[in-house]
C-alpha cells in the first residue's frame, strides 16, 4: 500500500470505486486565493492584469510547494521517488491551483461588468468564497454526511472566508 494514496478507493456496493471525498485542496485553495484578494489592496492599487497573475502565479507556487512537501515529507527511507508518483502527487494537489482560476477569471472580465478595480476586488473575492462554501459542501456529502453535517461544514468554511472579508474591509480597499 502506498503511504501517499490521495484519498481511499472503497468499492460501493456495486463495486465501483468510491468517489473522490478529499477536497482540502480545493478548500485551501479558495481561501489562498481569497487572503490574496482581500490583501493585495494593501500594498497599493493593481491593474486587473497584475491581479489574476498574482492569483495564478500564487496558486501555482503553493501547489508546487504542497507537491514538493507531500513527496518528501511522506516518502519512506532509502526510497526514490519516481516520476509516476510526481505525477500523481501533483495531480492529486491540483485543486490547489485550480482555485485560483474562477477568482482570476472574475477579475478580468470585471470590466465587462461595468466594475472598477475595487469592484475587481469583490467580485473575486466573492468568487473565491462561493467556491469555498461549494467545496465545503460538496466534500462532506461525497463523504457520506448528512445535509445538516454539510451545512455545517460550509458554514464554519463561510466563517473562515468571511474573516478575509473583514481584513479586506478593514484594509480599506
Excluded: C
Amino acid at each position: 500500500m502506498n503511504s501517499l494514496r490521495p484519498w481511499p478507493r472503497r468499492p460501493d456496493p456495486a463495486g465501483r470505486p468510491a468517489a473522490r471525498t478529499d477536497y482540502a485542496g480545493a478548500l485551501y485553495g479558495s481561501l489562498l486565493t481569497a487572503s490574496v484578494i482581500a490583501t493585495a489592496g494593501a500594498v497599493g492599487d493593481f491593474p486587473r492584469l497584475q491581479v489574476a497573475v498574482l492569483l495564478l502565479v500564487t496558486g501555482l507556487v503553493f501547489w508546487a510547494a504542497h507537491v514538493y512537501a507531500r513527496l518528501v515529507g511522506e516518502r519512506q527511507i532509502g526510497r526514490r521517488v519516481s516520476w509516476a508518483e510526481t505525477r500523481r502527487v501533483g495531480r492529486h494537489e491540483r485543486p490547489i491551483f485550480e482555485a485560483a482560476l474562477l477568482p482570476a477569471a472574475a477579475v478580468a472580465v470585471s470590466p465587462l461588468l461595468g466594475l472598477g478595480l475595487t469592484g475587481a476586488g469583490w467580485l473575486a473575492l466573492a468568487v473565491a468564497l462561493a467556491q469555498l462554501v461549494a467545496w465545503a459542501f460538496l466534500g462532506a456529502l461525497r463523504a457520506g454526511a448528512s445535509r445538516t453535517q454539510a451545512g455545517i461544514e460550509s458554514i464554519v468554511n463561510l466563517v473562515l472566508g468571511l474573516i478575509l472579508v473583514a481584513a479586506k474591509a478593514a484594509l480599506g480597499h
